[in-house]
């Protein structure tokens, strides 16, 4: 459906009016909606279901590569990374790779407002969990628990696309390494995003 809006309008080209151009334009927004969004229920689906191979996994190369990747999908954006130490620990090595990328898109997707993006990643000793913190929009911490079920915004903005379930992926990795994920935040004041994984 995306595709099809997306060569009408392409074919049409300035003979079609304004208001169609907005209303195509908004069939095709839905439609990769939709898309990505049945995309990732069934990851969501197949995480809790997939045999968790747990070995030896060093973290700090499986970040750097989520966060290459990420950056390099928006060349346009001033984004900074501070990388502290990241510990190994024992777990599925593709379910952790795909839990960097969640969050590291996540703060960059909530530093969208920000000249200049600063995401900083590291292992909290006391916690004894790795983190993920961002200088973007942050949030009312009221709502902290609810960012981690399917479906649950906390920012309905049009400047921050998403499905709702990209959180809730990340938790139920975390937790089916019998690990713990929560966040600490403030309104315009960044988002900090906790991670535990059992017997790192």
């Known amino acids: 459906m995306s595709v099809n809006a997306g060569m009408l309008l392409n074919d049409l080209g300035e003979r079609v009016a304004e208001d169609d151009r907005r209303a195509l334009g908004r069939i095709a927004g839905n439609a990769e909606l939709t898309v990505s969004l049945l995309d990732n229920l069934l990851e969501f689906a197949r995480l809790g279901r997939a045999r968790l191979q747990r070995r030896p996994v060093a973290m700090a190369p499986l970040m750097h590569a989520a966060w290459r990747e990420l950056a390099r999908a928006e060349p346009e954006r001033r984004l900074f990374l501070l990388a502290g130490e990241l510990p190994g620990c024992a777990g ?4 952790l790779a795909q839990l960097w990328t969640r969050l590291l898109s996540n ?14 990643v590291g292992y909290g000793a006391a916690q004894k969990a790795y983190f993920v913190r961002d200088n973007g929009v942050g949030f009312d911490m009221r709502y902290a628990d609810k960012m981690f079920e399917l479906f649950e915004r906390l920012h309905r903005d049009d400047r921050f696309e998403g499905t709702g379930v990209g959180l809730a992926l990340a938790a139920r990795i975390v937790r089916r390494h019998g690990g713990r994920i929560w966040a600490e935040s403030r309104p315009e004041q960044g988002a900090t995003f906790w991670f535990s994984v059992s017997g790192d």
Do not use: F, L, P
């Not at 599925?92 to 379910?95: A, F, P, S």
């Open 92 to 95: 599925d090595e593709r379910m």
């Open 107 to 120: 703060a960059i997707k909530y530093t969208r407002s920000r000249d200049k993006a600063h995401v900083e």
